[in-house]
């Protein structure tokens, strides 16, 4: 299947209509796509909103009954609005700061305009070796991430997970390491949470096995 078709499966793998197989050749290009990892994430309160449905649905309706095509033509359409939106919030938002910097530092000073404060966290698996550092920041609809690892123990696909405090998981990025590498990898990544929302940080293989955990503190 051709690159343009795996990212519009996004949205039918975030919500779980896809078959077994597709959704496993889905996951090797979400290693690979950061755009599409980060959409994945923002289907996380639609999927979390039609899993409640279904499990509030009266019994007569069938339980492997699944959302059709328009659904889902209709979920990708209120995601490209929400982007549209946040993009017009920023541009707001860039706006201001023009003319809060033209009217001088006594209305700085008065709107008590504030830069959101990042929050970095790092740490070291005893076992695996494997370092990362994650610096965090607030946004309007969740976090924004940079993550920096170091890890010696490929060859492996790798992902980031974020734990909420409630104990929910969303997969945020992903990447490979070849083997015996030693350089530094860098990469960015967003979540449905916000800072305060968030337990923790873990770095683990594309099956799973952790290679390093952080406390978001």
Not at 22 to 46: I, S, Y
Not at 53 to 67: L, N
């Amino acid at each position: 299947m051709r690159s343009l078709e795996r990212h519009r499966d996004v949205g039918a793998y975030a919500l779980g209509v896809l078959d077994e197989a597709e959704a496993f050749r889905f996951e090797d290009h979400l290693m690979e796509c950061p755009q599409c990892a980060a959409q994945v994430t923002e289907f996380g309160p639609t999927a979390r909103q039609l899993m409640l449905y279904r499990r509030s649905t009266p019994r007569f309706v069938h339980p492997m009954a699944q959302p059709g095509p328009r659904l889902l033509d209709r979920l990708m359409g209120e995601l490209v609005h929400r982007h549209r939106a946040r993009r017009r919030r920023f541009l707001y938002g860039l706006a201001a700061s023009v003319v809060l910097a033209v009217a001088g530092p006594g209305l700085m000073a008065y709107a008590g305009h504030e830069e959101p404060t990042a929050r970095v966290t790092a740490a070291t698996d005893p076992k695996t070796g494997v370092w990362a550092q994650v610096t965090t920041e607030d946004g309007y609809s969740g976090s924004r991430m940079r993550l920096e690892v170091k890890d010696g123990s490929g060859p492996h696909s790798c992902r980031l997970v974020v734990i909420g405090n409630d104990g929910s998981e969303q997969v945020v990025s992903g990447w490979k390491v070849a083997a015996h590498d030693t350089g530094m990898t860098t990469t960015t990544a967003g979540s449905t949470m916000h800072p305060d929302e968030i337990a923790r940080y873990e770095v683990r293989t594309a099956d799973g096995q952790p290679l390093v955990s952080l406390d978001a503190g």
